[in-house]
């Protein structure tokens, strides 16, 4: 893994935004993996403000979100798709077709989790995922647990990843209990990943993603195991090599 570490969360945003802009500036026909959340909204923005400017296109590219929620309309101000459409795919020139988010309201939820896999399979491999880490360590909505899955799949969400999210919401009977999100292998057939980590709140579990063991009881610690792993982060960790 790589740490690039920032003073403050615009300078980190740039970065972010400059790296995939610079991935598909070298390969117009790059394969994305967008992530959703807080994190990634400044540095979406920072894409929009390099395309307005006319200095990068999208036209060929293609990206495949993370996750999306169950049960939501994609029309709630929630759902993952609406999230990509107002922070990013409503202001750039990317082709509607070429953008994929899960379906959370198929009505064969593993019929759809098999067919986002095939897709993604077919088309991919993706050449940048984009990451953020939850509190509790999970990547995508990859849970902590005993088990973790290869494929993507619906998950029932953790008490504390639904309280961390309701912030969104008007109350948290409102976040959704379950959601479908790429799998752990899904996730790590990525040929670079990205991984931004916001916030002093994060540091710890972010220096027991880089530093602690590997472990499916935090699911961003296999990503020591990924050949291409990039931090960017404002907070204060180090990245102790052991070798
Ligand atoms: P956040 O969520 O960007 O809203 O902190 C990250 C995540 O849960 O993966």
């Known amino acids: 893994m790589i740490l690039h570490k920032f003073k403050n969360q615009s300078d980190l945003d ?6 995939i802009i610079s991935m598909v500036r070298s390969k117009p026909n790059a394969i994305l ?30 990206t495949f979100n993370l996750d999306e929620y169950v049960g939501l309309p994609v ?39 098999r067919l986002y896999d095939k897709m993604m399979f077919e088309q991919g491999p993706v050449d940048l995922q984009l990451l953020g880490i ?20 619906k998950v029932t969400l953790k008490q504390e990843t639904r309280e961390a999210n309701k912030r969104f919401f ?24 990205l991984l931004v980590v916001k916030g002093a709140e994060k540091a710890e579990i972010l ?11 935090l699911p961003a610690s296999l990503l020591q195991t990924h050949p291409r792993v990039i931090v960017m982060t404002d907070c204060d960790v180090n990245y102790k090599v052991s070798f």
Do not use: W
């Open 14 to 19: 740039r970065a972010a935004a400059d790296l």
């Open 33 to 62: 993996g967008m992530a959703t959340g807080g994190t990634p909204v400044g540095l979406y923005k920072e894409i929009v403000k390099t395309y307005q400017a006319g200095l990068v296109s999208f036209a060929h590219a293609k």
């Open 75 to 113: 029309t709630h101000k929630e759902s993952y798709r609406n999230f990509m459409q107002t922070n990013l795919f409503d202001h750039i020139d990317i082709q509607a077709g070429n953008t994929h988010v899960p379906d959370g309201n198929a009505a064969d939820v593993d019929a759809e989790c």
């Open 134 to 153: 939850g509190g509790n360590g999970h990547i995508g909505f990859n849970e902590p647990d005993e088990h973790l899955s290869r494929g993507t799949y």
């Open 170 to 193: 008007n109350h948290i009977d409102e976040v959704p209990t379950h959601a479908v999100t790429m799998g752990m292998g899904t996730i790590m057939q990525a040929r670079a990943i």
């Open 207 to 217: 220096d027991r993603t880089l530093n602690g063991p590997i472990t499916t009881q």
